[in-house]
């Protein structure tokens, strides 16, 4: 509660603000016309000056695809690796560039520029992103344009953009009903109304059924607010509420070599294990244009994020059979031998306990933004500075439940065991700065930045409600960036850039080598390329780049240890051609395609010299997309694609052989097909659709996190949208 009385407060504050700045807006003469608030990009305008690398991922994509998740909706940006799990991809696992993808926690996740990780400094993992119907577009950024937002900037930034707010004067909506395998079910609606004041929207999309494993089922509900007002013809208020209901069946405890030979779509403890997460967003906008050159954004914004796993089985580490198998050890079932392990084969599931993770996590902040466009030394000029406060509180619990009463409620077993709970309570305030500047000379243009992280973090642990260890930490962070732009050739930019990033260290997760807090891993990214239209119906990009990282983090399970340096170096590639424009026929035929290179991902200069070389985790050396479409004036429009990911090695000791346990070994490559079909019945606003994944069923294993996890089997799903 302390929280949102002191979010009140920086709101009030921020509307006297505000109010002040209106009063002298309307002093002046000439109105400036006001465009529309309805879209919270990353991306500048002049998309042409931008000195790096980057994708957009829009609505028609959205709309012909129906991703489900960023398994889908992610996998034509080159450079992005995405590790599903085991709820139909809801939780998020993005590696960009070799960097490693567990829970996002390399890559800086946004939705309208507002943080998604749970705690972004203290904590930054995602559990949680927009559903695809609630989205506009896509942005990703990889290069030097990433240090305005923070504070992961070691690799990349994904925005979601949500859609924008009808100003049309009539009642807009969507309607969106589907069916398929699995029990898969979506329900997705939105219905809004704005003119020339304002505007406001009301959304609500539900995803549900069965996730990899049988009887793992999911159900998601996202409830949505957008409202915007234009307060003087110079100033916009909006404003986005948003709150999510998330509920499954789900484990991160995956399957024994053993069992996935067995069936890999079965886990013995999955009715028992659950997943739950509720999410709450306020998101409070004001923009003021001063002139058509100078440009204020101001927002607030709160997060009140509660999530718990419960883990009914140990990680895969029972004591082989006579066989030399060995299968998944229930956690505390009475009555039925050993409480440190009940063997899944000689147990009643259905009365054993398990663990529970409850955690609370509030963020807060508050940001201005200026954007001016000026003219000195007869040259032009655009810069983009701003100041950002943000606040984290987070509360971390473990217990373990000693009977069936306390496995189905967490309160219950933290009541009943108070003094075996551990407990971890850590808050974060982080002042962040940044100014980039865009100066135009001819046909090139010059982007010098720069970021600034001073961030303090103090961390309490707790056993049994006894205090046993308390620390603090605190870091400045100076992070310099370069780019340039070339613009010569029509439909043609040529850019390079550096950058300095950083990602922050989990607390209480991640540590150096001798058992310390662990220090921010800091890279220096470089990359080269070009992005093309030149030739009609074509467009093409490619970028070479090399980061170097300090401070290391390598995956050792139950913690992250700082392991010396890493580098990475590759090419990506993207391209589309349109065969429809080329040769002016009245229908489409395209092929798009995006491929990854990454030949170089190895660790180096360690405190380990056995490591030094060796390939870094969940970095595949090649990664390819590919689809052939056909698009008719009808309405039809129909494609076909292919996904291959080559081998990676899941640990930092390059372990080939398959362990007992499965936690070590390779992921093998794999390639897999999708397909889809849309039909818009003309001048109907009717869309039919049917959409297959994994079109030829294929068995494939994607993750040995914790034991061996299988990819999603086919799913097939067809269904219908009124969009009036």
Not at 33 to 50: N, R, S, Y
Not at 191 to 208: A, V
Not at 443 to 467: A, C, H, L
């Amino acid at each position: 509660m302390e929280l949102r009385r002191k979010l009140s407060k920086s709101a009030m504050l921020s509307s006297l603000i505000m109010a002040s700045l209106s009063a002298h807006a309307e002093e002046e003469r000439d109105a400036v016309e006001v465009d529309k608030m309805t879209v919270t990009g990353i991306l500048p305008d002049k998309l042409e000056a931008v000195p790096g690398s980057f994708d957009i991922i829009d609505e028609d994509y959205l709309d012909t695809r129906r991703p489900i998740s960023n398994i889908e909706r992610l996998r034509t940006v080159p450079g992005i690796n995405i590790v599903p799990d085991g709820s139909m991809g809801f939780d998020t696992n993005i590696g960009i560039r070799g960097q490693n993808p567990r829970r996002s926690a390399k890559a800086m996740i946004m939705e309208d520029g507002i943080h998604l990780q749970l705690a972004p400094y203290g904590d930054p993992v995602v559990h949680y992103t927009p559903p695809s119907t609630a989205l506009s577009r896509i942005e990703v950024i990889k290069g030097a344009g990433q240090i305005l937002y923070g504070p992961q900037t070691l690799g990349g930034a994904v925005n979601f953009v949500t859609k924008p707010v009808p100003r049309s004067g009539k009642v807009e909506g969507t309607i969106t009903s589907a069916f398929g395998n699995q029990n898969y079910r979506l329900l997705d609606g939105a219905i809004g109304y704005g003119n020339e004041l304002g505007g406001f929207t009301f959304g609500f999309t539900q995803n549900k059924g069965d996730g990899v494993y049988d009887h793992s089922e999911f159900d998601v509900k996202d409830y949505r607010f957008k409202g915007e007002l234009d307060i003087t013809e110079r100033q916009t208020l909006g404003l986005k509420l948003v709150h999510t209901r998330d509920r499954r069946n789900s484990t991160e405890a995956y399957l024994t070599p053993y069992e996935y030979d067995r069936d890999p779509y079965s886990h013995p403890s999955i009715q028992n294990d659950e997943w739950e997460q509720d999410r709450d967003v306020v998101q409070l906008q004001h923009i003021f244009r001063v002139n058509d050159k100078f440009k204020l954004t101001s927002q607030a914004y709160y997060t009140d994020t509660f999530r718990n796993g419960l883990r009914s089985t140990e990680e895969n580490e029972g004591d082989p059979d006579s066989n030399g198998n060995i299968v998944s050890l229930f956690r505390n079932c009475p009555g039925q031998g050993d409480e440190e392990g009940v063997s899944a084969t000689d147990v009643n599931a259905s009365l054993c306990a398990g663990r529970h993770a409850p955690r609370q996590y509030y963020t807060r902040g508050v940001e201005t933004r200026g954007d001016i466009s000026y003219s000195l030394f007869d040259l032009e000029h655009d810069t983009i500075f701003g100041v950002r406060y943000h606040e984290e509180n987070i509360h971390r619990q473990e217990i373990l439940s000693k009977s069936v009463a306390e496995r189905e409620s967490y309160k219950l077993a933290l009541a009943n065991n108070p003094g075996d709970v551990e407990e971890a309570k850590i808050k974060t305030h982080a002042l962040s700065y940044y100014l980039q500047n865009t100066t135009y000379v001819g046909n090139w243009s010059f982007t010098p930045g720069f970021r600034v992280e001073d961030v303090r973090t103090s961390e309490e642990f707790y056993e049994g409600g006894v205090q046993n260890n308390r620390e603090a930490l605190s870091y400045t962070e100076f992070l310099p960036s370069f780019g340039v732009a070339w613009n010569g050739i029509t439909g043609t930019t040529v850019f390079a850039g550096v950058h300095k990033g950083i990602a922050p260290a989990r607390a209480d997760r991640e540590f150096t080598e001798d058992g310390g807090r662990a220090e921010p891993e800091e890279s220096t990214l470089y990359e080269v390329g070009f992005r093309s239209r030149y030739f009609k119906g074509i467009n093409v990009e490619a970028t070479l780049f090399h980061n170097d990282i300090q401070n290391t983090l390598v995956d050792f399970g139950d913690t992250f240890d700082n392991s010396g340096d890493s580098e990475q170096t590759g090419i990506e590639l993207s391209g589309r051609i349109n065969f429809g424009d080329i040769f002016d026929w009245t229908n489409n035929i395209y092929l798009s395609g995006a491929y990854t290179n990454l030949w170089t991902a190895e660790y180096k200069d360690g405190p380990d010299p056995s490591i030094n070389g060796n390939r870094m985790q969940y970095a595949p050396e090649h990664m390819l997309n590919m689809d052939l479409g056909y698009e008719h004036q009808s309405g039809v429009n129909a494609r076909i694609g292919v996904q291959h990911v080559s081998k990676q090695f899941v640990d930092d000791g390059n372990t080939r052989n398959e362990d007992v346990s499965g936690l070590q070994g390779t992921i093998p490559g794999f390639t897999i097909w999708n397909a889809g079909v849309n039909y818009a019945v003309p001048n109907s606003g009717i869309t039919v659709f049917a959409i297959v994944e994994n079109l030829f069923d294929k068995e494939y294993l994607v993750s040995r996190n914790e034991g061996k996890l299988v990819g999603r089997e086919r799913l097939f799903f067809g269904g219908i949208t009124y969009d009036f």
